[in-house]
């Protein structure tokens, strides 16, 4: 990380890109676009259920089109 930062999560590095980069574009898929701050949310949201669903797809796997 710039911030000379470890992360221990992979929601902890979005949530630290979030709070740095905000409403920029985090995800462009196709018509989908998420800023990072939308993606922090999708990513809270999910936690604590069996597949959550961050890209579209189970677990939150990006697409292999």
Known sequence: DVTGRRWQTIPEMVSSAADRFGDSEAVVDGPL???FTE????IDSGFGE???RVFGNPAGGLRNN
Do not use: W
Request: net charge positive.
């Open 39 to 42: 993606l922090v949310e999708r």
């Open 33 to 35: 676009r998420l800023s």
């Open 50 to 52: 069996r597949h959550v």
